[in-house]
């Protein structure tokens, strides 16, 4: 028996139907040693060494993972195809205690039957340079995060925590909202002419005064142009004709795919990292069993394999035509910082359209899976063809534009269109016209507008940024972006990101005393460092040295200044019991309570109990029901009367019960409904 070893559970039925009978299928479920939860781990006269440590929930796992082993005529590590799952293989190697040139290291790219059974007879050793570089990451991680969060604690708030990439990328969101609040809007007038030829009417806007650009700034400005072309003729002064065209987009990688999953699907990160691992790992597809539908998600490629593009050109050739496919399959190039190292996100097989898999996934699965599907299938299609008019119209010296453009040929649009933003180009088809010919200004209009401020970043936005300016990598955009929201460093307005009031404090803080290192530049620097240790074989060690060195000192500076962000205590008018003096409303690590302003002469405490927003009343005992928030940041409603009443409810309560089953009845979607039977209430 042949034992195969992975990282996720969910791959283990999928892999086990094209392994067969001769193999057995074991999951780590991730990492199983890791630095020590409650101490630095790092062996700092040791070149920084980690002292790795068996997860303490992963004892009874690597004890049955030893028996497997031992048992197994071969062992192949099949872990995911990244710098964190080589790692993870070399973990395991270490406490199966394999030697180190053993070629037990296999990898696939996509869950199917002739990528496994290739893998299998491909196996090599593992490669050290990959996993020196994740040994680098999380050393690199661990000391910022290790050394840095405390003296954000002590200077600004409890439980704060500050990272390498985390803390840039909310810099990022900050800096943005700089932006924004510093921003003086510039007033600017559109003016334009409703132009009629026979029956047809089409715009046309102004762009010139006497032959030089002009845009009004003002309502007198505009007003003048008004007076000026009222009721006069419009010349055709030049018409011109072109043809342009729109080349297919690449097939996704990880950041696009989080970008268009927001954009066009409305799919959080979040959503969409949880929809894609699904996807890769298998899902159960009626008729089929547990299938993986696409490739590995965690990728900055945009390269695909010969099979899969043929595959894809023949598909498409099929469901359009030949003219919907070039004569040369398209290539894409690789983004200059890009690692390159697996395919882009694409099916595994055409012949699984969205539509036949539809009723067997979950509406996020099934969105995703579409986008990544269409977009996919239009990478090897055909390029799209427009036929564009421009014509220029003079009247009274000012000189008005005109542009029509129509679609000749679909190509790629036919199977997928790529998202336009929120204000999408205003195109008509223009009447036929003639150079010379005058024509009536049906309608004049100025519209007053101001020039806007720079965007808020989304999650699509705030990772489309950390790509360009090469800060994270593919397999850390989506959990960046999460911590910045669960540490509540940033709000959500609509899918607009909010620095909050305490991402603003750590910002602050950190542009202070850590600017040199918490900033894009130098972050897009360690990375190209890590790839070098990746790629060139570079000593991780003298990485992680060279960024102790400087670092070190800007935390010694940090600690021992006098500067502190921390919000001053605030007086109330509890008498404190012990001493007579008044209490002091301080902010500690589990929150807020009261301290005697006596302080250091009395010690007394005592917890705080903010009031609480009463919202209806209890079914079972009658008193009020007030809102309650649980560790996890989630609103829910609980009796006041607690512990004697211990009802709880996560929606409001209205104090009745349903006539037709006795369940309370509560609020939601502003109506009246049963917390049972669903029914609504009068």
């Keep these: 028996m042949n034992l195969v070893i992975i990282e996720a559970p969910a791959k283990r039925e999928t892999l086990k139907k094209y392994l067969g009978n001769g193999f057995d299928v074991f999951a780590t479920k991730g990492h199983i040693r890791d630095l020590p939860q409650k101490s630095y781990g790092l062996d700092v006269k040791n070149h920084f060494e980690p002292i790795y440590q068996v997860m303490p929930e992963k004892k009874e796992l690597i004890s049955e993972l030893k028996r497997k082993a031992e048992k197994a005529d ?123 030829k026979g029956k047809d009417a089409f715009k046309a806007s102004l762009e010139k005064k006497n032959g030089k650009k002009f845009v009004p700034k003002n309502k007198e400005e505009a007003g003048s142009v008004l007076s000026a072309v009222k009721g006069k003729k419009f010349e055709v002064s030049s018409i011109k004709r072109t043809t342009s065209k729109s080349h297919a987009p690449a097939p996704f990688t990880t950041s696009t ?3 268009d999953a927001l954009n066009k699907a409305g799919l959080s990160i979040k959503r969409t990292t949880q929809s894609a691992q699904q996807l890769y790992e298998g899902v159960e597809i009626a008729g089929e069993g547990k299938i993986a539908l696409i490739t590995y998600i965690r ?75 269409e977009r996919f299938l239009a990478s090897q299609m ?21 542009v029509g453009k129509t679609q000749e040929f679909a190509g790629y649009t036919a199977a997928y269109r790529e998202y336009e933003g929120d204000e999408k180009q205003e195109i008509s088809k223009l009447p036929p016209l003639i150079e010379g010919e005058l024509l009536d200004g049906k309608e004049i209009k100025a519209e007053q507008k101001f020039t806007k401020p720079p965007a808020r970043y989304t999650e699509a936005s705030l990772v489309k940024a950390m790509e360009e300016k090469g800060i994270g990598r593919p397999a850390t955009y989506a959990a960046t972006i999460m911590v910045l929201s669960s540490r509540e460093y940033v ?89 007579g003096h008044k209490m002091l409303l301080r902010e500690g690590r589990y929150g807020k309570f009261l301290g005697c302003s006596n302080f250091p002469k009395c010690r007394n405490i005592k917890p705080y109990e903010e009031e609480k927003k009463i919202v209806g009343k209890c079914p079972d005992c009658g008193r009020d029901m007030v809102e309650r928030k649980s560790k996890r940041g989630k609103i829910f409603f609980s009796c006041s009367g607690y512990p004697d009443c211990k009802f709880m409810s996560w929606y409001p309560t209205t104090g009745e019960k349903c006539e037709s089953c006795g369940a309370p009845i509560v609020i939601k979607n502003k109506q009246k409904v049963c917390s049972n039977c669903k029914q609504r209430q009068q």
């Excluded at 080589?86 to 290291?105: F, T, Y």
């Excluded at 004569?327 to 200059?336: D, F, G, R």
């Excluded at 990375?527 to 935390?555: C, I, P, T, Y």
């Excluded at 010694?556 to 007086?571: H, M, N, T, V």
């Design 257 to 259: 795919m989080q970008q």
């Design 382 to 402: 055909s390029e799209a063809i427009y036929s564009n008019v421009t014509a220029n119209l003079n009247c009274e010296g000012y000189d008005f534009k005109a």
């Design 74 to 196: 071969k062992i192949f590590i099949a872990t995911d195809p990244d710098r964190e799952g080589e790692a993870i293989s070399w973990h395991i190697a270490n406490v199966l205690g394999l030697p180190a040139d053993q070629k037990c290291r296999i990898e696939f790219n996509e869950i199917s039957q002739k990528a496994v059974q290739n893998a299998l007879t491909k196996p090599r050793q593992i490669d050290l340079k990959l996993v020196d570089a994740q040994q680098a990451r999380r050393v690199l991680d661990r000391i910022v995060g290790y050394k840095l969060s405390p003296i954000l604690c002590k200077k600004i708030k409890p439980r704060l925590s500050a990272g390498r990439v985390q803390s840039v990328a909310l810099k990022l969101v900050v800096d943005r909202e700089k932006e924004i609040e510093a921003f003086v809007p510039d007033e600017y007038w559109n003016v334009f002419a409703m132009l009629e």
């Design 491 to 579: 709000s959500k307005e609509g899918k607009q990101l909010v620095p909050t009031e305490l991402g603003r404090k750590v910002v602050e803080y950190l542009e202070k005393f850590f600017s040199s290192v918490i900033n894009v530049k130098f972050t897009a620097h360690m990375e190209q460092r890590l790839d070098d240790v990746a790629n060139k074989g570079e000593d991780w060690h003298e990485v992680v040295e060279s960024f102790w060195n400087g670092f070190s000192k800007l935390l010694s500076a940090s600690d021992s200044s006098g500067f502190s962000l921390k919000p001053e205590p605030i007086e109330t008018d509890i008498i404190c019991e012990k001493c």
């Design 299 to 373: 990728t900055d490629s945009t390269r695909v394999s010969q099979d899969a593009q043929n595959a894809c050109r023949e598909y498409a050739r099929k469901m359009y035509g030949d003219k919907f496919v070039p004569e040369k399959p398209n290539i894409y190039a690789a983004k200059q910082n890009a690692q390159d190292a697996h395919e882009a996100i694409r099916p595994i097989n055409m012949n699984m359209t969205p539509e036949k898999v539809k009723s067997s996934l979950s509406p996020d699965n099934y969105k995703l899976y579409k986008l990544i599907y």
